[in-house]
């Protein structure tokens, strides 16, 4: 999946043409109610309206979308895991003492917790992939460029964001010929291959580099890249569509308040 980039997806999907910043609105929108609920179902009808509008709207492939959830979601639930079992609370539920100074318990304070913070990691990554899949950076960038972000800040994110895609570039073109050369056939050849992949990508990226150094200075570059692109006029249709979205979702926080994970549980 080396090829797959957010950036493709983000260029061509459905909402490519929506205002930047309305898109930002409902992703920081959506986080902002995530972290003010203090109930697990509010994060997670707001994970289902984001994903809703990725699939329907944005037209974005599921299985696509679905594999941006694994790595996030592991990391989410290993926390999570963590803290339901050491948590702690009144009238344990389930306890066990594989050690003497460890002591694993599930009490209805614990699930809670959990459920809650799950909840809330579920309901962020949705509105975080939300932005990714829809808004390319080349927007984002003249967004922060429109809000006075410091032009050092602003270069600098930019030659970074550059430097991933030589990098990326340069992994491609090696891993794919290893591989044609079945470099990859067994597990000595792999960590033969391995080790020649992360020193041959390490040396082309810098060389990649200085050359885009010499490039700039050739044109008499002063340091700062130029912009191109145009931020979309704001339409009455997406403008209504976050407002709604944000109401629901701000109606659902303050009526789910008082719902919790263990609740008619004895």
Same mark, same amino acid.
């Given at each position: 999946m080396f090829e797959e980039l957010l950036e493709d997806i983000a260029q061509s999907n459905g909402l490519r043409e929506v205002n930047p910043y309305l898109k930002l609105a409902a992703a920081l929108g959506a986080i902002l109610l995530c972290l003010l609920s203090t109930s697990w179902v509010a994060p997670l009808a707001i994970a289902l309206l984001l994903s809703l509008g990725v699939l329907l709207l944005a037209r974005v492939e599921p299985r696509t979308y679905a594999? %941006? #959830? *694994?790595? /996030? %979601?592991? !990391?989410? %639930?290993?926390s999570v895991l963590v803290i339901l079992l050491v948590t702690g609370g009144s009238g344990p539920l389930w306890a066990w003492n594989p050690l003497p100074w460890l002591s694993l318990s599930l +009490?209805?304070?614990?699930? =809670?917790? &959990?459920? @809650?913070?799950? &909840?809330r990691m579920i309901g =962020? $990554?949705? &509105? @975080? *992939? #939300?932005?990714?899949?829809t808004t390319p950076m080349t927007d984002l960038f003249l967004v922060m460029r429109q809000c006075r972000l410091p032009e050092t800040v602003l270069d600098l994110a930019m030659m970074i964001y550059r430097a991933i895609f030589l990098i990326l570039d340069q992994l491609v073109q090696t891993y794919q010929a290893q591989r044609m050369r079945l470099g990859y056939s067994s597990f000595g050849e792999s960590v033969r291959s391995l080790s020649t992949l992360c020193g041959s990508v390490f040396i082309g990226s810098w060389f990649a580099g200085e050359d885009l150094v010499r490039a700039m200075e050739a044109r008499c570059s002063a340091g700062? #890249?130029? $912009? @191109? =692109?145009? *931020?979309? /006029?704001?339409? &009455?249709? /997406? @403008?209504?569509a976050v +407002?709604? !979205?944000?109401a629901v979702s701000a109606a659902i926080v303050a009526l789910t308040g008082d719902v919790t994970a263990m609740q008619g549980v004895p």
């Open positions: 594999k %941006l #959830f *694994i790595a /996030p %979601l592991s !990391f989410a %639930l290993v +009490t209805r304070e614990s699930v =809670g917790e &959990a459920a @809650l913070v799950l &909840a =962020g $990554m949705s &509105a @975080l *992939i #939300f932005l990714a899949v700062k #890249f130029a $912009m @191109l =692109g145009r *931020i979309q /006029p704001v339409e &009455a249709r /997406p @403008l209504l +407002t709604a !979205f944000l």
